[in-house]
């Protein structure tokens, strides 16, 4: 996770990909795997590297 987060976008998605494919295929582990997808994403906002085009302005 600490190694996703924080790619560009480009970068982020083989490794969610591959997290994806592994819960579709290993149901004994599928919720695991799939919340830690589901963290990568989180941290990727809280990184401040999310998508292109994002709007990161203060509030």
Do not use: C
């Amino acid at each position: 996770m600490l190694t996703a987060a924080p790619a560009r976008p480009s970068e982020r998605m083989w490794p969610l990909r591959q997290l994806l494919e592994r819960g579709r295929t290993e149901p004994a582990h599928k919720d695991a795997i799939f919340l830690l997808a589901a963290a990568i994403l989180k941290q990727t906002d809280v990184a401040g590297s999310g998508p292109v085009g994002h709007d990161r302005s203060p509030d």
